[in-house]
């Protein structure tokens, strides 16, 4: 994987909007530092509102926060190098299915841990979960391909990037990020779970194919019925 991958389908959507919500907290921050904070606190991670005021959209919404514009720049271009080639190989509904799935799974462990650890103050925000969800989909399915270490001018093979990413996340275990490399983990825990037991394009896929073969089986039920009538009349009125 060499050069700029093609900027397109769901990838470009979800770096757009996380790159339009980083300039619009970066512009209330400027002009109205009140409505960024409590917005801050009302769609960022907060395992207590989570728990005791039912704040369950966190568990999607902290991943549009972001703060810092080089550790911005440095999630989204991930997302979009890895988001755009996994895309191109399984389709846009599988892309956000194991993206929000495994950002799901980050939320859910960082929220463990901070019970665990009555850490409830913490507040997260920012897409790692629903990326190392993606890099472990692309180190295990694709574990000998060769991935560029954008901005640098070398590659490495995609289970050993995926590796350093996990050994850093372990590290910073130990670290006062705890609970934000333990989410990190989650999502890869979950990236993990989903391709091995969800259907090969999705569930969404599956769930409307589902449907569809409900609705055709319903439709030839409706054809024989129609046709049992028919003879039956046709049956009748020979016999008159």
Partial sequence: ????PDFSGFTRKLVLWNLGAYFLMLLLGVFARGIAADLTWFFGLSPDAVLHRGFIWQLVTYTFLHAGILGTAFELLSLWFLGSFLESSHGARWLAEIFFFSAIGAALAAIALSLYLHGFGVVLYGCWGGIFGLLIAFGVLYADMDFMMFPLPISIKAKYLVAVYLLIALAMLFSAERIFAFSQLGGALFGYLYIKFSPRRGFAFAGSESVY???????RWKRRRAARKFEVYMRKHRDN
Avoid at 1 to 4: T, V
Avoid at 213 to 219: D, E, V, W
Wanted: glycine share 18%.
């Fill in 1 to 4: 994987m060499l050069g700029f």
């Fill in 213 to 219: 073969g409900l609705r055709n089986r319903y439709y």
